[in-house]
């Protein structure tokens, strides 16, 4: 990579430089555990290529921070944080689910990153990044839709012409007779839906190989808030006869060996429930029925208490390492 130096990182670019090397380095931990499991061809290769991009961006990362006299994160380590060789957790087709979700979170990543830089040599890595991310996705989305474990969203009827709101009861929900859900609101629950269901398999998967009863503890609250999500969400796709997204728990097995360093199940988990209330906010956003707006309020507000005590755990044992951030001048003038 050929970087040039212009300006100083900005603020920005400095903490989406920090997290994509923290990010990238749980990858390769959890990537390279996954590459000695799987068995199925098609669904090795996109791990093996999903795991070649996280150790390349590794090292491009480590070229922005040394060139501009960063300290490197200390991130995640293969001889500290996942036992390579630990047996099966995982089937052939939750990996193969876990690759297309890890894309799509790294392609609303990118781009957001993207957006936001400035200097050129940044902007070009994070831009290559997102192509790389939506390859990774397009992969893994092409091989799920021929295996039939890809389940698309729901379908809506052809209108026979266009048509404008023109009562206020399009906004109502609480009582009386609700209207149907329109387009945006069904993408938005579902798509919220799907990435609780997965989160519950995940969360069944942590709890099994957690050593820490406090983790193993927290995975479990976990998994039971996210269980609720999605009888909730599920609920309203239900009342309007709309299909929910298929359970991945059985794609667990039993084991509960060590495989991954209760350090790094953490900030994935952490990780997923910010991303989660940022998905959280959007469907509010663009949800006009007002019982969702409240559902959603409702449930952002608990787990971003989840979200919380996770840091806290994170902050008694000394796991959560500390992004970018301005001078403290009080601390520096109390020496």
């Not at 392609?107 to 831009?127: I, K």
């Not at 707006?293 to 902050?315: F, H, P, W």
């Amino acid at each position: 990579m050929n970087v040039e130096h212009h300006a100083r990182l900005s603020a920005t670019e400095i903490t989406q430089l920090w997290s994509a090397y923290m990010n990238d380095s749980m990858a390769i931990c959890v990537l390279t555990y996954m590459d000695n499991i799987v068995e199925d061809e098609g669904v090795k290769e996109i791990v093996n290529y999903g795991l070649k991009l996280s150790e390349s961006h590794k090292e491009k990362l480590k070229a922005f921070f040394n060139m501009e006299k960063y300290p490197i994160p200390v991130g995640f380590h293969l001889n500290e944080d996942v036992d390579v060789n630990a047996e099966r957790l995982y089937s052939d087709t939750y990996i193969l689910n876990f690759m297309r979700d890890m894309a799509q979170v790294g392609m609303n990543n990118y781009s957001m990153a993207t957006s936001l830089a400035a200097r050129e040599d940044v902007y070009n890595y994070f831009s290559a990044c997102f192509v790389e991310s939506n390859k990774l996705h397009r992969m893994a989305k092409d091989l799920m839709l021929s295996k039939g474990v890809y389940v698309r969203s729901p379908n809506l009827p052809i209108p026979s012409k266009v048509d404008f709101v023109k009562k206020q009861s399009f906004l109502t929900g609480w009582f009386g007779e609700r209207r149907p859900l329109t387009g945006m609101e069904i993408s938005n629950l579902y798509a919220n839906m799907q990435r609780n269901v997965l989160g519950v398999a995940a969360l069944i998967s942590f709890s099994q190989v957690a050593k820490s009863k406090e983790v193993r503890q927290f995975m479990q609250r976990g998994k039971e808030i996210a269980e609720k999500h999605v009888e909730v969400l599920g609920s309203i796709l239900r009342e309007n006869e709309l299909p929910a997204p298929m359970s991945w728990n059985a794609e667990i097995t039993e084991n509960t060996s060590f495989v991954f360093s209760d350090k790094l199940m953490m900030f994935q988990i952490t990780a997923l429930v910010g991303i989660g209330i940022g998905n959280y906010g959007l469907s509010l956003a663009t949800s006009h029925r007002r019982d969702l707006v409240a559902q959603y309020t409702r449930l952002t507000t608990e787990i971003m208490k989840y979200s919380e005590d996770g840091a806290n755990i994170m902050i008694s044992n000394g796991w959560l390492e500390e992004p970018p951030r301005e001078s403290d001048r009080q601390e520096l003038a109390d020496g």
